[in-house]
C-alpha cells in the first residue's frame, strides 16, 4: 500500500527525510539519477514502503535536516508517535483526519448505500399484502440475501492499490545515493506492517523555492504539498479552487450512485413484479380460491356506494381519495397515464378532452388489463388496439355524459385497472381549469368546472395533486389560487412540475425552478414538491419510452447537477409512491371515523323506522318489487280459473259491440230496403262474404287482444278489494299491463283460421230448430230496440225539450230546436202517407218541404232538410222492423215450409235468418278465440309479463318513479347505509390483518 505525500502536509514529511537523513549517511548513498525525481525504496522486499518527492523538495528536505532538529514521528513500526507539544498534537490530529479522509468517503458512501439499499428493499417487502396462505408458493428470498452479502462484501474487500504500484508506474531515478539512503531510511521507520504514505492516483503540486547549499550553489526547488488530486495535471491547475474540484467530484460520484442505486432498485421491483405475477398466474392453477378481495378493490366499492348515497342526514363522504387538479393542457391526464403506465384516455391538441370526473382504481393483478365498473369487457392494455378502443369508449362515455347545451358533466366514469406493480390508490381525472370560455362552449362552463373541482376539494381527506405546467410562467396560473384556498395549510396537497425539460432549455433563471420546488414561489403550500416529464410532445410514445427519457433527462440535467433538483423530488415513479404512501396514510388515519358516522346515521333512520311504521316490515325498493312481482305473476295465473262459458261469453259482447256498427248500417239496412227477398237475400250474401274476407278475421283478433287484457285488468283492479291490498304497488301494476300490451302480438296464423271459419259458419241460412229461431229473433229484437233508442234520443236532442220537460226542468227550445220540429212534422206526414217509401227523399218532396215551411215562416236549406230526414227515416224503418220481428216469432213452422203455408200474408222473416247467421258466426268466432287464448296466448302474456317486469328490475330509475313513497325512501336509505356500513366495516377488518 503507498499513499501520495503532496498539499499542506509537506512539513510533516519534511521530517521524515530529517529523520533519514540522520541515521544514513546520504554523501556515501548519494548519487545524482535524474533531475526531477527521487525514490527511495527498502531493499528488503517489493513490499516495502517507497517514497516519491521531486529532486528539488530532497534538497529542501536536506537543508533543513541540516539546519534544525526533529522529533520522531513515525516508530520503527511505521506507526505514528503522538508528540508532546499541544501544538504537535493539533497538527497531528489534522494529518491524520485529512488521510482517511478519501476512504471514509469512499467506505461511508458504500456503506450508506448498503444501508439505504437494505431499508428500501425492507419497506417494499413491507408493502407487500400478507401472503402466509402462499407459502407453499413462495420461493426463499435468495437473491435479496445475496445482494445484501454482496454490498456488505464490498465494504471489506475495499483496498488500495498494492505496494510497488507507482514505482513500476515512475521513472527510474539516476541519482543512486539518494536513492539509497533514503531506502534504508524508509526501512527502518515503516516496517513491513507500516500504513501507506502515499496514494495511487495522486499527483505532487510543486511550489517553486530558491536554496543555497553548502557549496553556495543556488537551486531551484519545487516543494510537494500533501493534498488529493488527479492525475496528468500540470502546476499551472494549483490555481485553481481544490475545493470545488473536490465538490464537483463528490457530485459526479453521488449522481453515479444515485444511478447506479436506482438501477438496482428497478432490478428489485422487476422481479418483485415477475414473482407477484407469477404467484397470481398459480392461484388457479392451484384449485385454491382467495377468500378476500384486494384492499384497493374493497374500497372502490365503498366509494361506489357513497357516489350513488343521496343522504338526507348530512352524513357526508369524507374518505380519502386523489383528486388530479390543474389547469387546462397542463399535463394533468399525462402524469395519470404515467402512473397507470398506459395511455388510457382520449388525446387532443390544445381542446378540452376531459369532460367529466373520471375515477381510476388501480390494483395489482397479472396482467395489465383495464375495465369498467358497468361492463364485463377487459381492455388488453399491452394491445394498442384494445388501447385504442378503450380511448373510444373513454370518449363516448364522457360524450353521452353531457347534457344537451352543456361542455362538462358531473357524472363520474368509474374505471379499474390492475396490473403488476401497479400502486394501488383511488384517483379521481377533473376537466382542466379554463381562464376564458371560447365560443364552442356553454354558457358558465367556466364557472361549472371550478364548482365541481372546488366540489371534489373540499373533501377535507382528498389528497389534492396539483399538476402545474413548468414550461409556462407561474404568473398564468389558475389552480394554485385555488388549491391554497381549499387547503392553505398544504397538509394534503402535493404539488407536481410538469415539463420540466421544456422548463430547462427555456430558462434563464435556473432559481425560479428552485423556488417552486421549495415552496416559496407560489401562495399555496404543500407536503411535497415533486418534478416530472410526461413525454416529448409525441402523443405515439409509449409509456417506457417517455419513462426512458424521463431518465434520460433527469441523469443529464443541468438543474440537478447545480443543485436545484433534488434526487428525491425527481421522476413519476417517486411521485407515485409518495401519493401511494399519503393515500394509504390517510385511508387509515380516518376509514373508522367514516364508518362511526354511518353507524350513528344507522341508528337514526331505524328508529324513525320505528315511529314512523311500527307495525309494517321494512321492505326496501328492490323487496317490494319481488313482492309486486309475485303477486302480478299470480294474477296472469288466473286467468286460467275463468271458465269457458266466461270466455265466450266476454268474447261475444266485445265482437257485437265492435261489429254491429258496421253490419247495421253496412249490410241490414241497405239489404232490407230492397223490393223483394230474393235481392234481400242477394244483397246480404255478397257484403258478408267481402266482410268476413276483409275485415272481420283482423277485427276479430283486435278483439281478442283487448278481452284478455280486459280480463287481466279485471283480475288486478278486484285485488285492490282485498282487505290486504297495498297500495304501494298500484301504479307498478298498472305500468306492466300497459307494458305488456304494447309488447304482446297475437299468433299471426290465427287470423286465416278464423277466416276460414267465419266464411263457412255465414254462408250456412238453414236454422235447424225452434230454439234457435227463438234465439235469432230475440237477438234481433234486441238489437232494433237498441237502435231505434239511440234514434229516438237523436231526434229528441234535435228537437229540444218537450213540453213536460220545459215545464217541469225549466228549459226551453231554440229557434234550431223549433225548426227541427217544424220539419220533421213535414217529413213524418209523407211517411204516413207512404208506408213503403224509400230511404232516400226525392227532389220534389224536399221542394215540398221546404215550400210548406216558408209558408210557416221557417227558412231551412235542403241538408238540413236531409240531415233530419235521416233520423226520421230511421225511427220509422226500426220501428216498421220491430213490428215485422214480433210477427216472425211464430214464423219458424212457415220458414220450414218456405213461406208457401203463410195463410195469403206477405210474411218473409229473412231479416230473421239474416241476425240467426250472424248470431251463429259470432259463438263459433267467440269459440275459436276462447282456444287460442287457453292455448297460446294466456301463456304468451304470462312470458311477455315476465320479460317486462325483468326490465324493469334492471332498470332503477323506472322502478324509483313506479315505486316511490315516504316508507320506500326511508327503507332505501336505510338499506344504503347499512352496505356502505358493512363495507367499510369488512375494509377496517382486512386492512388491521394486512398491518
Known sequence: MSMLICGRFGPHCERYVQHALRKHSLQQSRNIVSKSHVLLKAPSSSQSPILLISERGFWRFYHAYKNRSSRHLLSSRGHLLVPSNRHNIVTWTRITKALIRPRNIIITGLVGTGAVISQKIEAVRQQLPDLEWMKEYMPESEAVKNLMKSIQSATSKLSLPEKGFISSHLPKVKDAAVVEGIKSWWEENAGKNSAAVLSEGGRVLYAISQDTDQKGTTHKNTVPLLGFGRSGATATSSKKNPEKERLEQVQDEMIQIQIRYQKEIDRLIKENKDLRKSLMLKEPKSGRKRTMRSLIDMYSDVLDELERYDSSYNTQDNLPRVVVVGDQSSGKTSVLEMIVQARIFPRGSGEMMTRSPVKVTLSEGPYHIASFKDSSREFDLTKESDLAALRKEVELRMKASVGDGETVSQESISMTVKGPGLQRMVLVDLPGIISTETSVMAPETKNNIRKMVRGHMENPNAIILCIQDGALDAERSNVTDLVSQMDPTGKRTIFVLTKVDLAESNLYNPDRIKSILEGRLFPMKALGYFAVVTGRGNQNDSIQEIKNYEENFFRNSKLFK???????????????????????????????????????????????????????????????????????????????????????????????????????????????????????????????????????????VEVGWDTLHDEFIKIVEKDKKNKGHDEIFDQLKLAVIEASKNKHQWDSKAEDSLRVIQVNTLEDRSVTDKQQWDAAVKFMEETVKGRLHQTQDKLKELTGPGKWEQWTHWKSKTQDHRNRGATKGELEKILSAEKDHKSNLATDELTTVRRNLQTSGIEVTNDFIRETWYHVYRQFFLTKALGQCQECRKGFYYYQKGFTDSGGSKLECNDVVLFWRLQRMLQITSNALRQQVVNNEARRLERIIKEVLDEFGEDQDTLAKLLTGPRVQLAEELKKVRQIQEKLEEFIQALNKEK
Not at 578 to 598: C, G, I, N, P, Y
Not at 659 to 674: D, H, M, N, R
Open 562 to 700: 447545480d443543485g436545484v433538483l433534488k434526487p428525491t423530488q425527481m421522476g413519476t415513479q417517486s411521485m407515485s409512491m409518495a401519493v401511494s404512501e399519503l393515500f394509504w396514510k390517510m385511508v387509515r388515519e380516518t376509514v373508522e371515523q367514516q364508518a362511526d358516522a354511518f353507524k350513528a346515521t344507522r341508528f337514526n333512520l331505524e328508529t324513525e323506522w320505528k315511529n314512523t311504521f311500527p307495525r309494517q316490515r321494512e321492505l326496501d325498493r328492490e323487496e317490494l318489487f319481488e313482492k309486486a312481482k309475485g303477486d302480478i305473476l299470480d294474477e296472469i295465473i288466473n286467468l286460467g280459473q275463468l271458465t269457458p262459458k266466461e270466455w265466450e261469453e266476454a268474447f261475444y259482447n266485445k265482437l257485437w259491440e265492435r261489429a254491429s256498427s258496421y253490419f247495421f248500417e253496412s249490410i241490414y239496412l241497405p239489404a232490407a230496403q230492397t223490393e223483394n227477398s230474393g235481392i234481400f237475400n242477394t244483397t246480404v250474401d255478397i257484403k258478408l262474404k267481402q266482410w268476413a274476407d276483409n275485415m272481420l278475421p283482423k277485427k276479430c
